[in-house]
């Protein structure tokens, strides 16, 4: 129901924009977030934003970098980064909030290697 794409390798200082598309179920009424998990670490969030695509949330090491954002009527939404650094090497995750107040639905993920 979710599909992340627009991974890719880049260097360092690059940019890349990652997209998540949604089938099958609107996620326009929640909240959605882009999560990564680099090798041998646990995963943890990226970014988040709400419903309305007003109010929106980094990490600390991304923040400044980072942009997410959602286009409702495309049922989609996108992680815009900049300034890349190796430590951004990861597999991205993009997730939808359900009825639960939980992150219910997961994306495939898209891999994103920064080289330095």
Do not use: H
Not at 14 to 23: E, F, K, N
Not at 60 to 69: E, P, Q, Y
Not at 110 to 115: A, D, E, G, I
């Amino acid at each position: 129901q979710l599909q992340a794409s627009g991974g890719g390798l880049v260097q360092a200082g690059g940019s890349l924009t990652l997209s998540c598309a949604a089938s099958g179920r609107t996620f326009r009424g929640y909240g959605m977030g882009w999560f990564r998990q680099a090798a041998g670490k646990e995963r943890e969030v990226v970014a988040t934003i709400n419903w309305s695509g007003r109010s929106t949330g980094y990490a600390d090491s991304v923040k400044g970098r980072f942009t997410i954002s959602r286009d409702n009527a495309k049922n989609t939404v996108y992680l815009q980064m900049n300034n890349l650094k190796p430590e951004d090497t990861a597999v991205y995750y993009c997730a939808g909030l359900g009825d639960s107040g939980r992150y219910d639905y997961w994306g495939q993920g898209t891999q994103v290697t920064v080289s330095s």
